[in-house]
């Protein structure tokens, strides 16, 4: 693996069962370059078919958490032949894929944030299952003041957000604090910078004890019944807790709580 990819983000598992993903390239504000979102999208890849990973974090060093793009090689961009073209649709098709394998992903994904979240950085908070904020933390969708509108990063936005906040966010582009972006469901929770990381790992746990399987199934089921009617929601729903039922881990969830007991997961 190259290094330079290896220094932008790293990489740490040392608490069994949950990895964690550092944004690690302060300099550039934690932008999304070609190179942090290919080694995040394999990362995330990776953990999505290693058992031994239940929940992945993603979080970041210094007080910007994720700045978006880099709009010095986006300006960059604009010598080509093309005027750019070519490198704007790999870059945001990239970024899409991107969010999509996090949404994929058969691991819950976790945002820590504790700092500021622009543009595609605040797409990568809404696109993650949950988010825990430090109280200091702020996010925007700002690209309409640069001319540019933040049209990918309203498909995660949109997708936790209410309309009307959503395009509020959209059409000022201005910041939101941790308090606010609670209350539109852009994030879970705000707690104490000095308490960030311990409520994080606090839930990753609590997450991590959970049959892996079941979780998979679960995470799988939310995203694809969210985009469907009522009715093809619970007919696909239906069809998935039948399966489920037949498990495994099902059969020793129900026989162990009956029990009084604490259950043995297989998967875990």
Same mark, same amino acid.
């Given at each position: 693996?190259?290094?330079?990819?290896?220094?932008?983000?790293?990489?740490?598992?040392?608490?069994?069962?949950?990895?964690? %993903?550092?944004?690690?390239?302060?300099?550039?504000?934690?932008? %999304?370059?070609?190179?942090?979102?290919?080694?995040?999208?394999?990362?995330?890849?990776?953990?999505?078919?290693?058992?031994?990973?239940?929940?992945?974090?993603?979080?970041?060093?210094?007080?910007?958490?994720?700045?978006?793009?880099? %709009?010095?090689?986006?300006?960059?961009?604009?010598?080509?032949?093309?005027?750019?073209? !070519?490198?704007?649709?790999?870059?945001?098709?990239?970024?899409?894929?991107?969010?999509?394998?996090?949404?994929?992903?058969?691991?819950?994904?976790?945002? #820590?944030?504790?700092?500021?979240?622009?543009?595609?950085?605040?797409?990568?908070?809404?696109?993650?299952?949950?988010?825990?904020?430090?109280?200091?933390?702020?996010?925007?969708?700002?690209?309409?003041?640069?001319?540019?509108?933040?049209?990918?990063?309203?498909?995660?936005?949109?997708? =936790?957000?209410?309309?009307?906040?959503?395009?509020? @966010? %959209?059409?000022?582009?201005?910041?939101?604090?941790?308090?606010?972006?609670?209350?539109?469901?852009?994030? =879970?929770?705000?707690?104490?910078? !000095?308490?960030?990381?311990?409520?994080? @790992?606090?839930?990753? !746990?609590?997450?991590?004890?959970?049959?892996?399987?079941?979780?998979?199934?679960?995470?799988?089921?939310?995203?694809?019944?969210? #985009?469907?009617?009522?009715? #093809?929601?619970? #007919?696909?729903?239906?069809?998935?807790?039948?399966? =489920?039922?037949?498990?495994?881990?099902?059969? !020793?969830?129900?026989?162990?709580?009956?029990?009084?007991?604490?259950?043995?997961?297989?998967?875990?």
């Amino acid at each position: 693996m190259n290094k330079k990819i290896k220094d932008i983000l790293q990489i740490d598992q040392t608490q069994p069962g949950i990895l964690r %993903l550092i944004l690690n390239d302060p300099d550039n504000k934690n932008a %999304l370059s070609d190179q942090m979102m290919h080694q995040l999208h394999q990362c995330i890849s990776d953990a999505s078919s290693n058992n031994s990973i239940k929940v992945i974090i993603i979080a970041a060093v210094g007080d910007v958490f994720c700045s978006g793009h880099n %709009l010095k090689d986006i300006t960059k961009a604009r010598a080509n032949a093309d005027g750019g073209r !070519e490198y704007f649709s790999d870059l945001f098709d990239l970024c899409s894929s991107l969010m999509q394998a996090i949404t994929a992903c058969s691991k819950p994904v976790i945002a #820590e944030i504790n700092g500021v979240a622009t543009a595609a950085g605040c797409q990568l908070v809404a696109s993650c299952d949950l988010a825990i904020a430090s109280d200091q933390s702020k996010f925007a969708t700002p690209g309409v003041n640069i001319g540019l509108f933040c049209s990918t990063p309203m498909v995660a936005l949109s997708r =936790n957000v209410s309309k009307k906040d959503s395009m509020k @966010m %959209l059409l000022t582009g201005d910041m939101v604090d941790a308090a606010e972006a609670k209350r539109i469901s852009l994030i =879970n929770d705000h707690v104490s910078a !000095e308490k960030l990381n311990d409520s994080v @790992m606090h839930l990753a !746990e609590k997450i991590a004890t959970k049959p892996l399987s079941t979780v998979k199934i679960g995470k799988e089921a939310f995203y694809r019944q969210y #985009e469907m009617s009522l009715s #093809e929601a619970y #007919e696909f729903t239906s069809k998935v807790m039948t399966e =489920n039922s037949l498990a495994d881990d099902a059969k !020793e969830g129900i026989t162990s709580f009956l029990e009084k007991r604490d259950p043995i997961w297989k998967d875990n």
